[in-house]
C-alpha cells in the first residue's frame, strides 16, 4: 500500500477470473490485496476503483463490487473486460472520487 498525498492506494494481484464448474465470468476478476487478509478488512474496498495498465499502456478501469471467501480476495467488475494476458498482473486499487496519477 502507498500514499498518494494524503489518500490510500493499495496494490493487488488479479488471480484469474470467477469461475464455477461449467461456467467462467470474464466480467468478473479475483483480485488479491497487498496487506488485505481477512473478509472484514476486505469489505472496506467495495466501491472502490480499481485500475490495471497492460503492456502497451492501455487502461482499464473497473470497481470492486463484493469479498470473495474468507481471506480477503475481492471481486471486482471491469468494463470492458480484462484480457486473459492480465492474470497475474498488477492493479490499484483507490477510492471513488480519486484522480489517480500514475508514473509513465
Known amino acids: ?3 498518494q498525498g494524503d489518500v490510500k492506494v ?3 494481484l488479479v488471480i484469474g477470473y470467477r469461475r464455477g464448474s461449467n461456467t467462467q465470468y470474464e466480467s468478473q476478476v479475483l483480485l488479491r490485496v497487498d496487506g ?7 469489505a472496506r474496498l467495495i466501491g472502490w476503483r480499481v ?3 497492460d503492456s502497451k499502456g492501455n ?3 473497473g470497481r470492486v463490487v463484493r469479498v470473495h471467501g474468507g481471506k480477503g480476495v ?3 467488475v471491469f468494463k470492458p473486460n480484462l484480457p486473459g494476458q492480465a492474470v497475474g498482473g498488477n492493479v490499484y486499487i483507490y477510492p471513488k472520487g480519486v484522480e ?3 508514473p509513465s
Do not use: C, F, N, P
Open 36 to 42: 488485505v487478509t481477512d473478509s472484514r478488512s476486505a
Open 74 to 76: 475481492v471481486i471486482a
Open 59 to 61: 487502461l482499464y478501469r
Open 100 to 102: 489517480l496519477k500514475l
Open 1 to 3: 500500500m502507498s500514499e
Open 10 to 12: 493499495y496494490t493487488g
Open 51 to 53: 485500475l490495471y495498465r
